[in-house]
């Protein structure tokens, strides 16, 4: 059997990007430990629904944790009080009877927020549209494994890969940074023979538009890393500053970006 | 053919100035260490004085301090930059922010911890520094017996001589010098300075802990074999061998001198 539990919301309520927010205390009753963090919400909206007041708007989707939806921070951290998982795979057993959750969303100039707890990522498109693609011709498949690529190699194109582009990162800096987000989508392409062509002009290109959003300058304090929920490696900052460095520095003849 | 923006005026850009001047400044830190160990020798300061003067009055020398206070400089101004755009980032703060739960202390709070090492450094410079080319230390003379090897130390007038002077009179050497040891004892009799320096190298630690990794990341580097050795020399040479051995001169002069 479940257990059940009483707890004290304080959630940022904002009508939108334009008002200024405050934080409301809603009391969420009877809540099961095996409900998920959203589900809570879920079942504390439609309480407020039937008292015929505005629902808590957030922001979620798959509710299995790959689609990178979900956000909200919970006492302080990026999706809650647990490491390595999005906001819709923390449960309730996580909290206690009688707990005070407070509950903001992402802070960041390039995230504003668009209703309570919901923030505009259009951001992180723009960043990904700026270079975080590769150029393929069109015609025949291609045979499987024509290409040799050694594993290594491929598990850590693939690890970077993994990024869901949450936003945790960036939520967890002290300095709203997106620089964990940028070094992902960066190293999923600098690693793999696919993505060379576009190589040196993709690095200036995504570091141009990251800037232009209005992100913050990292100081390798880690907790990006410590808080993502994929597990994406503070190597690829590093993998990222020699991306671009080696393009500004090296490659400047072989760059011809388009913006 | 880039049309993209100038590396200066980029996020990575700005970090890669802190990185490099903080590696100098790291540098810098050994060779000022190694040298003012002369001041443990308990030889009236006969070999720390000359120490002095070679290191003002030597081009190669006086070329790197220059680049040392543009490094300081533009560190500190580059860091101010950087924490101003990363306010900016985040206009908003958090009502609750559980820092320790991803992150250590020190790497969070560089700045509190470089405003210190400024403060200190502007005492540092003024206490010795600008004493020191400002004849506002004293001078000395040390008579030394080539024979027997015996030397003799006597506070002397500024005006019988220039600076600096070395001579042999009846196989006797006389080395007149400003006495910077004199004005280093004086200064590290004070309590106050000593607690101050002592605290300003306990703040170096926890920055150089955080910064000398930090830097190398910054410059891309990550490496199975390499990272650990730079993450081993920036926790033992200098987040605990060079605070803890600049941090022993003022109470060496204050509690065994």
Redesign the interface.
Known sequence: MAQHMNLTL?VWRQKNDKTKGK?VTIQAKDIADDMSFLEMLDVVNEDLTRKGEDPIYFDHDCREGICGMCSL?I???PHG?KYGITTCQLHMRSFHDGQTI?I?PW????FPVLKDLAVDRTSFDRIQQAGGYVNVNTGGVPDANTIPIPKRIADEAFESATCIGCGACVA?C????A?LFVSAKISQFALLPQGQTERY?RA??M??Q??AE??????????CE??CPKGIK??N??????E??GA??FR??????H? | MSNSKPVLNSSLGRKLIMSLTGIFLCLFLIVHLIGNLQLFKNDAGYAFNQYAYFMTHFTPIKVVSYLLYASIILHAIYALVLTMKNKAARPIGYAQFNGAANSKWNSRNMGILGTIILVFLATHMYNFWWKYHNDQVPYVEYRTDLATGETAVQEIQATEFNDYQVTVENNVEIIKARDLYKQVDFAFQNIGIVIFYVLAMAALSFHLIHGFKSAFQTLGVSHKKYVPIIEFLGVWVFGIIIPIGFALMPLYFYFVK
Do not use: W
Request: proline share 2%.
């Open positions: 304080k934080f921070v006492n302080g951290r009080p407070v903001e802070r960041a100039a390039a967890a002290k300095n709203a940074s620089m002009e200036q290109a570091i141009d990251m800037d209005g992100f913050g300058n990292c100081t390798n304090t880690g907790a410590a808080e503070l190597s900052i590093a993998r990222m500053n020699r671009y460095f500004k520095f400047e003849e072989d760059v011809h970006t913006s």
